[in-house]
């Protein structure tokens, strides 16, 4: 397996071949970013992270679902203050892998959620500036690859938050608001101190550092068998 960079629509049709035609799931998928995620966590930032408060900061899709499975193997490794902003309703998450890894953190005491659903609109974005002011590491999963178009409330109030905090910002996948395949940023986007990004490199992030931050391709069991047809 090659580390050319990918688009985005590349991805999606190796993830399709590896989750249609050879069994490797989504939901597996999902379980092995996440968990790659929180071992990123655990080995670059161990000095006194227990003493640190880790906010994922989410959105509705699987770049979330990322975030939800990250939380709960932190939360696994007694990690002792770890938040969840779920910036959506739950009815509204939009995959079944991402459904399910939500089903499991919404019944988990050792971490904080915040959603719409259980948050008045008026009071959102006070409680959102409040636990990004008090974060010291920030999970960026609140929009993938497939971002199109203008960002919009609250992901936009949420963004803004996040990059005037002084936390270590962990993108995931690729910083909200960054195209994955130029480069270029939306009306708003994240700007990471570190992105770690899943199977192969994506284009934009080659061309975009001043967003991404350090760069880390993270594999996740997809077998080389899934790009049969995809990249030539």
Not at 84 to 108: G, H, Q, Y
């Amino acid at each position: 397996m090659s580390n050319h960079p990918i688009t985005s629509e590349q991805m999606y049709a190796i993830e399709e071949n590896a989750h249609v035609h050879l069994g490797m799931k989504r939901l597996l998928m999902m379980e092995n970013a996440g968990h790659g995620t929180a071992d990123f966590i655990l080995r670059q930032l161990d000095s006194g992270l227990k003493c640190k408060k880790i906010v994922a900061v989410c959105g509705s899709g699987n770049n979330g679902g990322d975030a939800f499975v990250a939380c709960r193997h932190l939360a696994a490794a007694s990690i002792a203050h770890i938040a969840v902003l779920l910036l959506t309703a739950p009815k509204e998450i939009r995959t079944p892998e991402a459904k399910i890894n939500w089903s499991i953190i919404r019944k988990m005491r050792s971490l904080k959620r915040i959603t719409m659903e259980n948050h008045h609109q008026s009071n959102l974005r006070q409680d959102i500036e409040l636990e990004i002011e008090d974060a010291d590491i920030i999970l960026d999963g609140l929009l993938g690859t497939g971002v199109k178009g203008q960002i919009r409330e609250p992901y936009s109030f949420a963004i803004d938050k996040i990059n005037q905090s002084k936390a270590y910002i962990l993108a995931i996948d690729i910083p909200s608001g960054l195209d994955p395949n130029s480069g270029k940023p939306s009306n708003k986007c994240i700007k990471a101190n570190a992105t770690i990004t899943f199977h192969r490199m994506k284009k934009g992030l080659n061309i975009s550092k001043k967003y991404t931050g350090r760069v880390q391709v993270e594999r996740i069991g997809i077998p080389p068998e899934a790009e049969d047809g995809v990249l030539t």
